[in-house]
């Protein structure tokens, strides 16, 4: 009899720790770093991740993308600063070019010169540097701007709308287009205006041009 009572009770308490392990598993999700995310909840419904590291972020970045990529939407790489000299906005822009160049080392005419066919007709042109990413060729242009509020390649500056204005912003997407056809890798733009990079992603984008990187190198 107690032997029976015995096997009885161990039969009971290897339910009962089945049970409580079957209620472990399913009120808490094992992840990456020995930590666990308590009361798991549909994406839609989470109101807060819990991280318990830095090192963690990706593995959460890849669940929840949405919530962890947000804050970042729309960001740009930024890289040191480069000098800028000279009183004249063309002088500005020129020592901003040398400036971005210089990142790159900087490459010799004839590997920075092109040669494509854009829109029916041969087109000739000097990139302001060139680089290799990924195996692919790419251009380097740098977009210097001393005041983007009052620049004609802003559509909302006071003169963005004339004609010779929007002139130059139409130069600026037969330029990325170009670019895309003369090189593998497109182009990477460095500018020291965020709202330019913003501004121009978009127009880009919605001109159907993906082949390119606005990169903010501000000026010191």
Request: charge should be neutral.
């Amino acid at each position: 009899m107690i032997l029976r009572l015995q096997s009885l009770l161990a039969g009971l308490m290897a339910l009962l720790t089945a049970a409580l392990l079957a209620l472990g598993s399913a009120s808490a999700k094992p992840a990456s770093g020995g930590y666990q995310l308590f009361e798991p909840a549909a994406l839609e419904h989470q109101k807060h991740i819990q991280l318990s590291s830095l090192g963690n972020f990706d593995y959460f970045a890849k669940i929840a993308s949405e919530c962890c990529n947000a804050p970042n939407k729309g960001a740009f790489r930024t890289t040191d600063a480069v000098g800028v000299t000279g009183t004249r906005a063309i002088d500005k822009a020129q020592s901003y070019e040398t400036g971005v160049r210089e990142i790159y080392g900087g490459a010799s005419l004839s590997d920075r010169s092109f040669t494509v066919i854009f829109d029916g007709r041969r087109v000739n042109g000097i990139a302001d540097d060139v680089t290799v990413i990924n195996g692919r060729t790419t251009a380097v242009d740098a977009k210097f701007t001393d005041d983007w509020a009052n620049s004609i390649r802003n559509p909302n500056s006071p003169n963005g709308t004339r004609s010779w204005a929007v002139a130059e912003q139409q130069k600026m997407v037969d330029q990325a287009r170009i670019y895309s056809e003369a090189f593998d890798g497109g182009a990477i733009y460095h500018t020291n205006n965020p709202a330019l990079a913003q501004h121009y992603t978009r127009v880009f984008n919605d001109a159907g041009i993906s082949n390119f990187e606005f990169v903010v190198t501000p000026t010191r």
